[in-house]
C-alpha cells in the first residue's frame, strides 16, 4: 500500500536523497544552498508545497507542486518536480502523487495541473500519457542572469 502525506522534519535525510537523484537524472547540479531553501520553501507551505509516497514506511517518491494564476482560468497548479526511487518504478508510486497533487489542487480552487518533462524521458510520458492529456505546447526558457557575450540581442530582434 502507498501512502501520500506531508513531509515531515525526519524526513529531510530521505527527501535530499531523491531530490539529488531527480536533479542527477536530468544531469543538473545544485550547490547545498539550493537544497536547503527548497526544503524551507516545502516545510513552510506558503509558495512551494510537498507530499512524498512511503510503502513500508519507506518514502520512495517525491513531488513539488505550486500554484500560480492565470488570466484566462482559475488558477493553475504546476507541478515542478515528480521522482520515484528506481527500485519501485511501476508500482503506481507517480500515479498515487500526481492524483494527490490533482487533489490537493481541486481543494485549493484550481483549475487544472500541468507540468513538464524532457522529450526524451520515455518512461514517464508513457505513465503521463495516461493520466493527462499532451496539448502540444513547446516550452521555451529566457534565463534572466547577466547577459553573456553569446547573446543574440534584445528579445523581439530578428
Same mark, same amino acid.
Given at each position: 500500500m502507498i501512502e501520500i502525506r506531508r513531509f515531515e522534519? +525526519?524526513?529531510?535525510a530521505r527527501w535530499e536523497e531523491l531530490f539529488r537523484a531527480y536533479i542527477g537524472f536530468y544531469e543538473r547540479t545544485l550547490d547545498d544552498t539550493a537544497y536547503d531553501r527548497a526544503w524551507r520553501e516545502i516545510a513552510s507551505g506558503a509558495r512551494l508545497h510537498g507530499l512524498g509516497a512511503w510503502i513500508d514506511e519507506e518514502l520512495v517518491g517525491i513531488t513539488h507542486f505550486l500554484v500560480h494564476p492565470s488570466s484566462s482560468e482559475p488558477d493553475l497548479c504546476y507541478l515542478e518536480d515528480l521522482f520515484t526511487d528506481p527500485t519501485v518504478r511501476g508500482r503506481g508510486v507517480a500515479t498515487e502523487l500526481i492524483g494527490a497533487v490533482r487533489d490537493w489542487a481541486r481543494e485549493q480552487g484550481c483549475g487544472s495541473v500541468y507540468w513538464q518533462t524532457h522529450e526524451s524521458n520515455a518512461v514517464a510520458r508513457r505513465l503521463y500519457d495516461e493520466v493527462a492529456t499532451f496539448e502540444g505546447y513547446v516550452v521555451y526558457t529566457l534565463p534572466? +542572469?547577466?547577459?553573456?557575450?553569446?547573446?543574440a540581442g534584445t528579445v523581439g530582434e530578428r
Open positions: 522534519a +525526519g524526513d529531510r534572466v +542572469g547577466e547577459a553573456s557575450a553569446g547573446d
